[in-house]
């Protein structure tokens, strides 16, 4: 994922973190970040696709989909601690608490 960064410029420091970070991985906690990475990713598109077309039951549906998120990286942190999910799981508090905000707006206007 990196390769390309560090050959463009050889001291960027964000590839080099997470060169560095990665490393410490095994292969199959490598395979486990990519798998759930994409899931996580492809589901958030998906509502995003609906919530752009105005869909009003999608906003309580990606709060529940980002909530299930949330609770499984809290088992996952509890089985396998690390700062990754802690991170993951800010982001997706954080897009909760703009999805409901923007989900009142809505509903009042």
């Given at each position: 994922?990196t390769a390309?960064?560090?050959?463009?410029?050889?001291n960027?420091r964000v590839a080099?973190?997470?060169?560095?970070?990665?490393?410490?991985?095994?292969?199959?906690?490598?395979?486990?970040?990519?798998?759930?990475?994409?899931?996580?990713?492809?589901?958030?598109?998906?509502?995003?696709?609906?919530?752009?077309?105005?869909?009003?039951?999608?906003?309580?549906?990606?709060?529940?989909?980002?909530?299930?998120?949330?609770l499984?990286?809290?088992?996952?942190?509890?089985?396998?601690?690390g700062?990754?999910?802690?991170?993951?799981?800010?982001?997706d508090?954080?897009?909760?608490?703009?999805?409901?905000?923007?989900?009142?707006?809505?509903?009042?206007?």
């Amino acid at each position: 994922m990196t390769a390309h960064e560090i050959t463009e410029d050889p001291n960027d420091r964000v590839a080099a973190f997470l060169m560095h970070a990665a490393q410490g991985f095994s292969v199959g906690t490598q395979d486990f970040y990519a798998t759930y990475l994409i899931g996580h990713g492809v589901l958030k598109l998906v509502v995003v696709a609906l919530l752009a077309r105005g869909v009003l039951w999608a906003y309580p549906l990606a709060v529940a989909v980002l909530g299930g998120f949330i609770l499984y990286q809290a088992h996952r942190f509890v089985m396998h601690p690390g700062i990754g999910l802690v991170l993951l799981s800010l982001l997706d508090l954080a897009v909760i608490a703009l999805t409901v905000i923007e989900y009142r707006r809505i509903k009042t206007a």
